[in-house]
């Protein structure tokens, strides 16, 4: 299952970010494929937990499960490590 978003036309509303300026920075929270938005690890990572809708780039594990916060291995390794505030 993916959890892809089908996205219809005038379907403007997804809130993902920019600035003041118009300067659009949403290439590294979801991209297109055919006619759906498909969420990346970075969007999911922001949101916080997992949703446990199935997506394709869920970076928690155990992966699907509504909830979860812990980070899989396999991606951790990949990311810079994160500060804490």
């Not at 690890?41 to 949101?47: D, E, I, N, T």
């Amino acid at each position: 299952m993916d959890s892809s978003t089908k996205a219809g036309e005038g379907s403007s509303d997804l809130s993902t970010g920019g600035d003041a300026a118009g300067n659009d920075d949403t290439s590294a929270l979801f991209y297109r494929e055919n006619g759906f938005v498909v969420f990346t690890a970075a969007y999911h990572l922001s949101r916080g937990s997992c949703c446990g809708s199935g997506c394709r780039h869920c970076p928690y594990e155990p992966a699907h499960q509504a909830g979860g916060t812990v980070v899989s291995k396999a991606f951790a390794a990949d990311q810079p490590a994160r500060q804490s505030a």
